[in-house]
């Protein structure tokens, strides 16, 4: 995939249903193994992966590689909301060319961009570390009702 061709465009309504199968894959592949049993059973009847493409395609950035969705981006104001690539697709540039285009966005109205990650989630940090991004403060939160530890991010353009 390397040499392929990825292209970044706006969400359409047809993508709805990769979308959601690919936020459902990510969180079960990322958190699931994280959370205790209950939230993983909790995640799966609430379902908020479906709420959250149905609330927010309009708003959101799709990766292509090859007529398939690979990733995805959320961007708002001077947050990166949501950068998600399908884990079939990890380490092939998808998740370099998301975040080049959110920081690119950003920087037309602000210096500085924030995100948050979680602190289980060392591959997303690592990620996030090596292009420059600085952890600047962990604070407590929720998951699915189960407590995780939320790393705050952030980066000047």
Not at 17 to 28: C, K, M, T
Not at 37 to 58: G, I, L, M, N, S
Request: proline share 5%; aromatic share 8%.
């Amino acid at each position: 995939m390397p040499s392929e061709k990825i292209v970044l465009r706006p969400s359409l309504e047809t993508d709805v249903a990769d979308l959601i199968r690919l936020e459902r894959r990510s969180w079960l592949v990322s958190w699931a193994p994280e959370l205790p049993f209950d939230a993983v059973q909790r995640f799966a009847v609430d379902d908020p992966a479906r709420k959250y493409v149905e609330r927010t395609w309009r708003s959101l950035t799709v990766a292509i590689v090859n007529d398939e969705l690979v990733g995805v981006l959320e961007v708002v104001a001077d947050c990166v909301e949501s950068l998600q690539v399908d884990p079939k697709a990890w380490s092939k540039g998808i998740g370099s060319a998301l975040l080049n285009e959110a920081e690119r966005r950003i920087a037309q109205t602000h210096k500085t961009a924030r995100l948050e990650v979680r602190s289980f989630n060392e591959r997303a940090r690592d990620f996030y570390r090596r292009r420059g991004w600085i952890e600047i403060r962990t604070y407590p939160g929720t998951e699915m009702d189960s407590p995780i530890v939320n790393v705050e991010m952030t980066k000047v353009l």
